[in-house]
Nanobody, 130 residues
Framework: QVQLVESGGGLVHPGGSLRLSCTTP????????MAWFRQAPGKEREFVAA??????????YYGDFVRGRFNMTLDKPKNLVYLQMNNLGPEDTADYYC?????????????????????WGQGTQVTVSS
């Protein structure tokens, strides 16, 4: 397993933006797939976004609810994974988790499954409220 540390959560007004970050302290990002999930109180963990590599080519996936509002990127030199979230609404209020897989994971039916990822961060809280 890999230690993951998220940051960037906070309180934002509806329509606002946040950028979440995820890093692996002391290690180079080398997972074949990384993802963001979220979990709101009383709800199941929900897939947000993932980047996975097949034959060294990355593919990015997003949950249906994203509708073009979020963008997941990877900055390997800085050892960071980002989730840029725009036009946030109260329904986006949740704890957001970074996850990393140790084996290849690709295809929308697989990258969205929490059990495909072995390492998880502690989460960062996002609250969207006026």
């Amino acid at each position: 397993q890999v230690q993951l540390v998220e940051s960037g959560g906070g309180l934002v007004h509806p329509g606002g933006s946040l950028r979440l970050s995820c890093t692996t302290p002391g290690r180079t990002l080398a997972s074949p797939a990384m993802a963001w999930f979220r979990q709101a109180p009383g709800k199941e963990r929900e897939f947000v976004a993932a980047i996975s590599w097949r034959y060294r080519y990355p593919s990015t996936y997003y949950g249906d609810f994203v509708r073009g509002r979020f963008n997941m990127t990877l900055d390997k030199p800085k050892n960071l994974v980002y989730l840029q979230m725009n036009n946030l609404g109260p329904e986006d209020t949740a704890d957001y988790y970074c996850a990393a897989a140790t084996k290849p994971v690709f295809g929308p039916d697989y990258v969205s499954v929490p059990n495909e990822y072995e390492s998880w961060g502690q989460g960062t809280q996002v609250t969207v409220s006026s």
